[in-house]
């Protein structure tokens, strides 16, 4: 029997291989797996070696603070891949732990086939990395055409397979009349799937909400939350007195929300592609301590946060990053946007115009299933 081991780094990396995975499990169920993953991956059957939340750090003076654990993780990680002797080590996104996994265990056993999914942002910060990737990845799974260029100089083996947050899902309606309906004006809220991000953000949100409910009570609110970060937002929602607002975390309900949303505000990060292929127009908000946005600063080689101002080299999604993200700003925003349709209907059209360049051919999960396929009969 084959074997797959996956490696993820955090649940939008889990999120990502659950989709390839389920698709991969349909063309060829003989495949034994194991997994460093979340609950997205532990749906599909699939065992992890240890909690994904144990490795989940942002920025760099966490990681730097927990360097010692995240080694301790890397040497564990590889030991029990090499005991697992998989035909294919896929990993996903979160490069500095992935990948640096993944060069260990081709040192040690080099018939181990590496695709890696998510190609780490290199015409964002550290273009020197692609030389030191060609030495143990054998092939790349590209999320956005432009990428392509990078490692072709390099002579990398790569595809683009597209982006699979913005494919259209065949997930089961849900009735949901609790949540939508059509008197409900829903806004969106995305805090973050690391604990990190939600502790810095959901805060500001939750202040953001309050000032709505003072000057435009006439909204509902809806926190999308994920297996792993639920509880912890619903305790502190429950420590406000807001009574709009809902907390979910099953992806077919969340999906259906976020069509039914007349607007949304997410932290930075891939999450903004399936915003803006739910056709919903958004804002996008971070916020790093001062060190780790310094130290970002001087690395990054991009004007941008968000990817679809990243492609268009212009903002198309607001964007409120460090001091002005804030309840004050975020509230200014939404509601200017709100009172302007017109706004609203240029920031749909750029987003649709742009989401048909960088969509694949047919499915970017099928796409990347079908190359792991390949690998195992070759």
Known sequence: MKKIFIITGEPSGDKLASTVISKLKKQNPDIEYLSVGGAHIKKLGIQSIFDLKEITYLGFTSVLFNIFKIRNKINF???QIIKFNPDILFSVDSPDFTLRVAERVKKINNKIKTIHYVAPQVWV???NRVKKIKKFIDHMLLLFKFEKKYFD?????????????IEKNDNVKTVLNDLISEDKKIISIFPGSRKSETNVLLPILLDFIKLMNK????????????DENKEFIINHVKKTD??????????NIKSQILSNSIFAVSKSGTISLQISS?????????????INF??????VNVKFANIINIINNKEIIPELLQNECNADEIYKTVIYFLKKPEL???????????????????????????????????
């Open 242 to 251: 807001l009574n709009n607002i809902d907390v979910v975390s099953d992806e």
């Open 294 to 299: 310094m130290i970002f600063k001087l690395l």
């Open 215 to 226: 000057k435009e009570n006439i909204y509902s609110f809806v926190l999308h939350a994920t």
């Open 153 to 165: 100089d390099e002579n990398i083996s790569n595809t683009f397979v597209g982006h699979p947050l």
């Open 344 to 378: 609203i209907k240029k920031q749909l059209s750029d987003c649709s115009k742009t989401l048909e360049g960088i969509k694949s051919k047919t499915s970017s999960s099928n796409e990347a299933a079908t190359i792991l396929s390949n690998y195992l009969t070759t």
């Open 77 to 79: 990680t590889v030991d």
């Open 125 to 127: 910060w550290r273009k």
């Open 278 to 290: 739910s056709n919903v127009p958004s804002i996008i908000i971070y916020k790093l301590n001062f």
